[in-house]
């Protein structure tokens, strides 16, 4: 089921981008159906302009390629019949066609407008330095801890038996234990015990506040608890913070470049316009 719709969708981006070819060629031809062809080289050119992932998958199966190839001859010669029956003169077809072919050519013009289209490092910096506060960094703190869970705060015997082993855990820690291994051993939280309590960076606002309070007020380096939260106590151990500031130039300038092409692009399209409302004339009935 899975090959049937990825072929069909490598059928789809075939056949939209695929032309036929009448006049004689010197690539190796793939297919011939009816007075249609297929070359090595403008199958190559439809490839080229796939996602990799696809790409991929006709590498690790070539027998996608020969369905594609099959289902380009079945939509050729369909096209070809329908040709040669007279649809292509329907009006409804002819404005279609005339549809896409506009659609191909201002696509096509535009391109050729933004081709030239550049952003020079010193651009990209100068907006940087001018707009540093569109790249704010949020405060964040990283802890490990360690979960005991409580599932029912009302049972009183498994609240004891949760500081019970709150307790044993902190003699251990107390004793000269390593916090990671003690949060392999006794921590509930499966997702962090493996790498020791390591919860990572997060903000203000992402976790419950007793939890939070200590991340970013308790002392780097020590362990804080046991503190209560919905789930359950928690031994905390705070081991690093990032003070809130700017984003720095480095991270920025990427996606800063491709927002100053965009502006420049979109600049150029209204200018060529607003040229072509001067050169034909539009009125709006």
Known sequence: MRNKTIISTLCSLFLLTASFSYASDMNKVLVTAGNATLTQSEFDEILVGMPPELKQMLDAQPELRTEMLSKWADYSILAQ???AKGFGEKETAKRKIKEIRDRVMVQELIE????????SDKEIEDYYNSHKSE?????KARVQHILIHIKDFNDGAEVELANKRVAEVQAKLKAGEPFEL????YSDDTRTKVIGGDVGFFGRGEIE??????AFNGPIGEVSGPVKTSIGLHL?????RKEAGISP????KENIRMQLVEEKNRICVE????ELKQKYEVTIH
Do not use: G, H
């Not at 200018?271 to 607003?274: F, K, V």
């Open 271 to 274: 200018t060529l316009l607003s």
């Open 182 to 185: 003690m949060a392999q051993q």
């Open 209 to 214: 506040q007793p939890f939070e309070d200590v």
């Open 81 to 83: 019949e329908a040709d």
């Open 249 to 252: 130039f480095a991270e920025e």
């Open 236 to 240: 905390i151990k705070v081991t690093e």
């Open 135 to 139: 790249y704010p960094i949020a405060e």
């Open 112 to 119: 050729s407008q933004v081709a030239q289209t550049t952003v």
